[in-house]
């Protein structure tokens, strides 16, 4: 059985996928800031989380495979750069 939402309810589901982009854009660079101070297994679990980000941003998989072979926090920081000046 389908449960129906209010009216403020609704509001708050279609204000989150319209700013979904903007919303995974603020995920990323946190999580390029977090990834700068990582080490060990937390670098890897910021990793996973910085290719699941770029995926939703709709990142190309060979960048997203070339910024996890270099494993470099600068290179990501670049990509949120040129995503922000969009």
Request: charged share 35%.
């Amino acid at each position: 059985m389908a449960q129906e939402h209010s009216k403020y309810q609704q509001k708050v589901i279609k204000n989150y996928y319209d700013n979904r982009g903007a919303i995974s854009l603020q995920r990323l660079s946190e999580l390029v800031t977090d990834l700068y101070l990582a080490s060990g297994k937390t670098r890897e679990t910021k990793w996973k989380q910085i290719t699941s980000t770029l995926e939703k941003l709709g990142i190309a998989a060979d960048r997203i495979e070339h910024l996890r072979k270099k494993d470099d926090p600068t290179l990501v920081a670049k990509v949120v750069e040129e995503l922000l000046a969009k």
